[in-house]
């Protein structure tokens, strides 16, 4: 056992003042007020009561209370013999492994400093290596650690390779926290992160996490030379430019933003195509942000940017996927009819399903007695109910199949319908007076997804001139809305797998304002959404993210299995390579242990252990406890005597 | 003289006013004096009573007799003229007591209930207060109001420290030229010579002297427990006593102080009467009065 501060257990001298004190000839304290003296003779005056057993014990509890008081502010701890020497730790060195250590001798130096904790460490220490970059992964455990010998751990060092992807430094050190929990017994727990600590890698895993007491972080940075990086990334590919000045029909365009770092000393950046023409070049000051615009080459190409005016190349090398719009077979069925005809709802299909920069669909007409087999690659069908009742058997079991499909009733003709559901199924032309309105829709369907923002849900603009009533034996449809007459608008069916949607009225104007109005292009893609073809479909990712084939591992192109490329680049928060203010971490509760390095003498290093092994044990909370019970009871017997009963005749 | 329910003294001071606690103890000495069996013992009496079985017929008022055809026992009209002079020693030490009360508040109204008696009777009543020096002197006089200034006086507590008996007897004597009773009410804590020459000065004047010696239970007792520092209320000297030793020998040195005191008293044809506080007023006053009848 010994002390932090021992110089103020001399204070523990001061018992000499309460033994002094009560060794003393006393004069009473009490007082009597007599009427006369002239009858009493003075009475020899003695040491008060110090027999008294009272005495005695309020004698001791001060000397106690002035030695706990010395102890506590001595700061006591006990030196095992363990703590002397270093040995049984446990100790996690974590490793960064992400994209900005690619840069310059980073890597390599992070392997040095894992090589210099790995000899610094003794055999009775439990050693776990890990690296890290969005994610933790585990390159030895504690128990495979325990028995290799220094030769081993060079050998899993050299087989480490540091990787493209961001880093989550909160994540790790929670992940190396419960890894060090995991340890046995340890006389202390240490986590050693070596990293270059750029202000990019994310530390919000840390909020809300409590650091364990026992636990303490040591921070290995490696050395940056200098800072002065221009980063680049992609905000949007564009159909065309706002500005019609330059806009050309056709024409696709990039917004790429750049940034400069904090400190950088370079202001000065190009952009090239890997043609090595020049996309976009210009003037960017320390620590600014800006967007640039500039047209893609036209080619259907996966295309390469390359950034250059600054000294740090990782992240100078952009990945851009071409446009790649969604190709969609819609196929169509109805009767015979003119699709070009204004009246006919196949006009204004046609019109609906145009081409954007996502999503192609190609509308394909159908025979009636096409087969199946002409169905296999379609993504949704619209049927009109005065299709041929003979293709109506494909149709149903394509639907079973896990087919996605659109009946419009646009008349009385129900022998479509009847192949369709096998039924029994009645149409008929409803009464309508003036027009009919939806009143009553369920926007919690899936087919009304688009209209989930109750700002779009106003359908009472739409006048319904006709619509029909479908009667159907032994059939239960989910009624996705209804006329205000009461009457089912539209019907939802579900079949095996799949799935027919029925609406009673058409979108033409002969039957309904529908087909006019704002919301029947997004009822439309609604029902594709719903059967299955999304737009959003990114093609642009950055390390790390989930790729359709697996995880992106390196920045690049990858080809998908439906011929997609896909454009992988470095996270945008690797390119903030200035370093991290520590600060941030203790303010969010993490211990920090005191840098073990060269810088800090020997003497300190043993008074730093010493402070970090007296906090841990806090053995002047006991004395602290000791101190303030013993008060209690001096104070306590002190008050019992003096309350005892006043001297006085009796 | 039948033996009365007496009012002990504690509850008495309870009582705070003054005057009140007088009248309840002459309330009580009227009933303890009304069935007293001793003829004429009131000398200066001045007031009619029934005649009873036994009295001395000498006493009888044959004009009453005669006029009402009742028998009432006449008063002594040449003895009622009797000049009662009060002195009470309101030193410091007055204001010790051990019992609730202190022997200044007995003192006070001992002298207060001798007044409001004598007043009663008709006889004149002065009243002297003293410490260090006289402090108040009001002549004997028997008018109306008088027996209020006298109980305002004995109300106010001047604030004197020691006694000087010497002083103030000395300066009573010179105001007293017409001879009476002269009552002294004090607990005597000075040295027994000084009282000697003074008490013996007062009695050659021809004044009868009456001394109601005070004194508490502790102090006659020492009724102390643990050791302190006691402090005189006089001087302010302080002393260092453990009672369970000091105890033997002051209660000798009292016993020969009251001794002397006794003897001085003797010695100068001093009626003195002790009044321990703890003992009932109208007892002591009682005893006094029958005794003084009974002469």
């Known amino acids: 056992m010994t002390a932090l501060f021992p110089l103020y257990l001399a204070a523990g001298a001061a018992v000499l003042a309460p033994i002094l004190l009560h060794l003393r000839r006393k004069m009473p304290k009490t007082q009597v007020e007599f009427s006369s003296l002239q009858f009493l003779a003075p009475t020899p005056m003695v040491t008060a009561t110090r027999s008294k057993i009272v005495r005695w014990l309020l004698l001791l509890l001060r000397c106690l209370a002035l030695l706990l008081l010395a102890a506590m502010f001595a700061r006591p701890f006990s030196l095992t013999q363990d703590t002397v020497k270093g040995q049984g730790r446990a100790v996690v060195i974590m490793i960064d492994r992400s994209a900005s250590m690619q840069q310059a001798d980073h890597w390599k130096q992070a392997l040095g400093k894992s090589r210099d904790w790995l000899n610094k460490l003794s055999p009775q220490d439990q050693v776990a290596l890990v690296t890290f970059d969005r994610s933790v992964q585990q390159v030895s455990a504690f128990t495979q650690n325990a028995s290799r010998s220094a030769g081993d751990r060079a050998v899993a060092l050299q087989t480490l390779a540091c990787g493209w992807a961001g880093t989550d430094l909160g994540r790790a050190v929670v992940e190396g926290v419960s890894l060090l929990n995991e340890a046995s017994k340890a006389a202390e727990k240490r986590l050693v992160v070596i990293s270059d600590f750029q202000e990019g890698a994310e530390i919000e895993a840390l909020r809300g996490f409590a650091w364990p007491e026992s636990v303490s972080l040591t921070t290995?940075?490696?050395?940056?030379?200098?800072?002065?990086?221009?980063?680049?990334?992609?905000?949007?590919?564009?159909?065309?430019?706002?500005?019609?000045?330059?806009?050309?029909?056709?024409?696709?365009?990039?917004?790429?933003?750049?940034?400069?770092?904090?400190?950088?000393?370079?202001?000065?950046?190009?952009?090239?195509?890997?043609?090595?023409?020049?996309?976009?070049?210009?003037?960017?000051?320390?620590?600014?942000?800006?967007?640039?615009?500039?047209?893609?080459?036209?080619?259907?190409?996966?295309?390469?940017?390359?950034?250059?005016?600054?000294?740090?190349?990782?992240?100078?090398?952009?990945?851009?996927?071409?446009?790649?719009?969604?190709?969609?077979?819609?196929?169509?069925?109805?009767?015979?009819?003119?699709?070009?005809?204004?009246d006919s709802p196949l006009f204004y299909l046609n019109r609906a399903l145009v081409p954007n920069s996502k999503l192609s669909p190609s509308v394909v007409m159908l025979n009636n007695d096409s087969k199946t087999s002409a169905l296999k690659d379609a993504g949704w069908l619209v049927a009109m109910n005065d299709a041929s009742a003979s293709a109506a058997a494909q149709v149903s079991a394509w639907v079973e199949q896990g087919g996605r499909m659109l009946c419009v009733v646009t008349d009385t003709n129900a022998s479509f319908l009847k192949a369709l559901l096998g039924t029994e199924v009645s149409l008929s032309e409803a009464d309508v007076k003036d027009y009919a309105l939806i009143s009553e829709i369920d926007f919690a369907h899936p087919v009304l997804k688009p209209f989930e923002d109750v700002r779009l849900r106003d359908f009472t603009r739409i006048h319904f001139w006709k619509h029909r009533t479908l009667k159907a034996e032994g059939l239960k449809p989910e009624v996705v809305a209804r006329f205000d007459n009461g009457q089912p608008a539209w019907l939802s069916i579900s079949r095996g797998k799949g799935r027919i949607v029925v609406m009673l009225s058409g979108w033409q104007p002969k039957d309904s304002q529908l087909a006019l109005s704002s919301r029947f292009v997004p009822l439309l893609f609604g029902l594709m959404a719903e059967a299955g073809i999304s737009l959003e479909q990114p093609s642009q990712f950055v390390v790390g993210d989930a790729l359709p084939g697996g995880e992106?591992?390196?920045?690049?192109?990858?080809?998908?299995?439906?011929?997609?490329?896909?454009?992988?680049?470095?996270?945008?928060?690797?390119?903030?390579?200035?370093?991290?203010?520590?600060?941030?971490?203790?303010?969010?509760?993490?211990?920090?242990?005191?840098?073990?390095?060269?810088?800090?003498?020997?003497?300190?290093?043993?008074?730093?252990?010493?402070?970090?092994?007296?906090?841990?044990?806090?053995?002047?909370?006991?004395?602290?406890?000791?101190?303030?019970?013993?008060?209690?009871?001096?104070?306590w017997l002190a008050g019992r005597k003096s309350a005892a009963a006043p001297l006085q005749a009796s | 003289?039948?033996?009365?329910?007496?009012?002990?003294?504690?509850?008495?001071?309870?009582?705070?006013?003054?005057?009140?606690?007088?009248?309840?103890?002459?309330?009580?000495?009227?009933?303890?004096?009304?069935?007293?069996?001793?003829?004429?013992?009131?000398?200066?009496?001045?007031?009619?009573?029934?005649?009873?079985?036994?009295?001395?017929?000498?006493?009888?008022?044959?004009?009453?007799?005669?006029?009402?055809?009742?028998?009432?026992?006449?008063?002594?009209?040449?003895?009622?003229?009797?000049?009662?002079?009060?002195?009470?020693?309101?030193?410091?030490?007055?204001?010790?007591?051990?019992?609730?009360?202190?022997?200044?508040?007995?003192?006070?109204?001992?002298?207060?209930?001798?007044?409001?008696?004598?007043?009663?009777?008709?006889?004149?009543?002065?009243?002297?207060?003293?410490?260090?020096?006289?402090?108040?002197?009001?002549?004997?006089?028997?008018?109306?109001?008088?027996?209020?200034?006298?109980?305002?006086?004995?109300?106010?507590?001047?604030?004197?420290?020691?006694?000087?008996?010497?002083?103030?007897l000395q300066g009573l004597a010179e105001l007293l030229r017409r001879r009476g009773m002269v009552v002294l009410v004090s607990d005597l804590l000075a040295p027994a010579q000084q009282l000697e020459k003074q008490l013996g000065y007062l009695a050659t004047q021809g004044h009868e002297v009456v001394l109601f010696h005070v004194m508490d239970r502790a102090e006659i007792d020492f009724t102390f427990d643990e050791a302190a520092l006691f402090r005189d209320t006089e001087s302010g000297a302080q002393m260092f006593v453990d009672p369970a030793a000091a105890r033997p020998a002051y209660l000798a040195k009292l016993k020969g102080h009251l001794e002397t005191v006794r003897g001085i008293c003797e010695k100068h044809g001093v009626n003195y009467r002790w009044a321990p506080t703890d003992q009932p007023l109208d007892q002591v006053l009682l005893s006094f009065l029958a005794e003084r009848g009974s002469k």
Not at chain 1, 268 to 273: E, K, P, T, V, Y
Not at chain 1, 289 to 294: D, G
Request: charged share 25%.
């Open chain 1, 220 to 342: 290995e940075p490696v050395t940056v030379k200098q800072t002065n990086n221009l980063a680049t990334s992609l905000v949007a590919q564009v159909a065309d430019q706002d500005d019609d000045a330059v806009a050309k029909a056709g024409e696709s365009w990039l917004r790429v933003r750049l940034a400069n770092a904090r400190e950088s000393r370079s202001e000065n950046f190009a952009l090239r195509w890997a043609s090595g023409e020049i996309a976009a070049e210009g003037h960017l000051l320390p620590g600014a942000t800006r967007v640039v615009k500039f047209p893609r080459p036209e080619s259907s190409e996966p295309q390469v940017l390359t950034l250059t005016g600054d000294e740090w190349p990782f992240d100078n090398i952009l990945h851009i996927a071409p446009p790649q719009p969604r190709l969609v077979k819609v196929a169509v069925l109805a009767g015979e009819g003119d699709a070009g005809s204004v």
């Open chain 1, 552 to 635: 992106a591992e390196k920045p690049g192109f990858v080809k998908t299995q439906d011929g997609r490329t896909l454009a992988v680049n470095v996270p945008p928060g690797e390119s903030r390579v200035n370093a991290m203010d520590f600060g941030l971490l203790t303010a969010l509760g993490v211990k920090m242990h005191a840098v073990d390095n060269a810088t800090v003498s020997p003497a300190d290093q043993e008074r730093i252990a010493n402070e970090e092994l007296e906090s841990r044990q806090q053995y002047w909370l006991i004395a602290l406890v000791l101190l303030l019970f013993v008060l209690a009871m001096e104070t």
């Open chain 2, 1 to 168: 003289m039948k033996t009365v329910a007496a009012i002990d003294s504690a509850s008495l001071m309870r009582i705070k006013s003054l005057e009140l606690r007088a009248r309840v103890v002459v309330e009580g000495l009227w009933r303890g004096l009304h069935r007293s069996p001793f003829h004429g013992f009131s000398v200066e009496f001045t007031e009619y009573r029934q005649y009873t079985k036994g009295d001395d017929l000498r006493h009888l008022d044959w004009k009453v007799a005669a006029r009402t055809d009742r028998y009432y026992i006449k008063k002594f009209e040449d003895e009622t003229n009797l000049r009662c002079h009060l002195l009470l020693d309101q030193s410091k030490s007055m204001s010790f007591g051990s019992g609730g009360f202190t022997k200044e508040d007995y003192a006070a109204t001992l002298v207060a209930t001798l007044s409001y008696f004598l007043m009663q009777q008709g006889d004149a009543v002065g009243l002297t207060t003293f410490g260090e020096r006289i402090a108040e002197h009001i002549p004997a006089r028997n008018r109306p109001g008088h027996l209020r200034r006298l109980l305002t006086e004995l109300e106010r507590k001047p604030a004197f420290k020691g006694t000087s008996l010497q002083a103030s």
